[in-house]
Nanobody, 127 residues
């Protein structure tokens, strides 16, 4: 049984940076595509970035392209989301999710077929 735990959230000023981590336990992440999703108050959950099980292929929402970078270290069973040039509109609870690798690494597909979700970490961008 895979368990995902997010960390690294917090309060940051506009223009600042945070690195989120999604650490897995109970099983290996090697066979899963991983996605980062976020949900702001009163808004639907949206896919932020997703990565294939190998780490060679990634996807980003248009709103974060050029600012966020997803990566994974399968040896550490961890996926990261480096967030730079943060904006107030990035404020949300951020979740990671794992979907079996047989499915696409597109975020819409990862979200639909994810077997496992983390509990979320709050990111607040405010001056």
């Amino acid at each position: 049984q895979l368990q995902l735990v997010e960390s690294g959230g917090g309060l940051v000023q506009p223009g600042g940076s945070l690195r989120l981590s999604c650490a897995a336990s109970g099983s290996t992440l090697d066979y899963y595509s991983i996605g980062w999703f976020r949900q702001a108050p009163g808004k639907e959950r949206e896919g932020v970035s997703c990565i294939s099980n190998s780490g060679r292929m990634t996807k980003y929402a248009d709103s974060v392209k050029g600012r966020f970078t997803i990566s994974r270290d399968n040896a550490k069973n961890t996926v990261y989301l480096q967030m730079n040039s943060l904006k107030p509109e990035d404020t949300a609870v951020y979740y990671c999710a794992a979907a079996p690798q047989i499915y696409s690494y597109e975020c819409s597909v990862v979200e639909r077929f994810a077997n496992y979700w983390g509990q979320g970490t709050q990111v607040t961008v405010s001056s």
